[in-house]
């Protein structure tokens, strides 16, 4: 069954870096494009990255320039790098896929194109 799990969280501050991952299972993520989700106290969840199954990627506009989404197929896993990170970051990431499009698409942002969901890794950027 399909299965993600995130990891890397913790607290940092601001000006920091963490580099999460979303160690995947039970398809091939080859075929796959993966998104990566945030959620703070309070607010809905928000698209940060995503990842296409060609490597094409993409990022919301607070984040380009400091966030960097890559994959190693190879190890089933995807990666956020997260630089200069600042507390209006602190949220819950979560990574996510589907069963198709293996595209980002134009609406890669919107939670409802995701079928699959993992636990959630916990982000704190605070001084």
């Known amino acids: 069954q399909v299965q993600l799990v995130e990891s890397g969280g913790g607290l940092v501050q601001p000006g920091g870096s963490l580099r999460l991952s979303c160690a995947a299972s039970?398809?091939?993520?080859?075929?796959?494009?993966i998104g990566w989700f945030r959620q703070a106290p309070g607010k809905e969840r928000e698209g940060v990255s995503c990842?296409?199954?060609?490597?094409?990627?993409y990022y919301v506009d607070s984040v380009k320039g400091r966030f960097t989404i890559s994959r190693d197929n190879a190890k089933k896993t995807v990666y956020l790098q997260m630089n200069n990170l600042k507390p209006e970051d602190t949220a819950v990431y979560y990574c996510a896929t589907r069963s198709s499009p293996s595209s980002c698409g134009t609406f890669w942002y919107q939670t409802g194109g995701y079928g699959y969901w993992g636990q959630g890794t916990q982000v704190t950027v605070s001084s």
């Open positions: 039970g398809f091939t993520l080859n075929y796959r494009a």
């Open positions: 990842s296409s199954d060609v490597g094409n990627t």
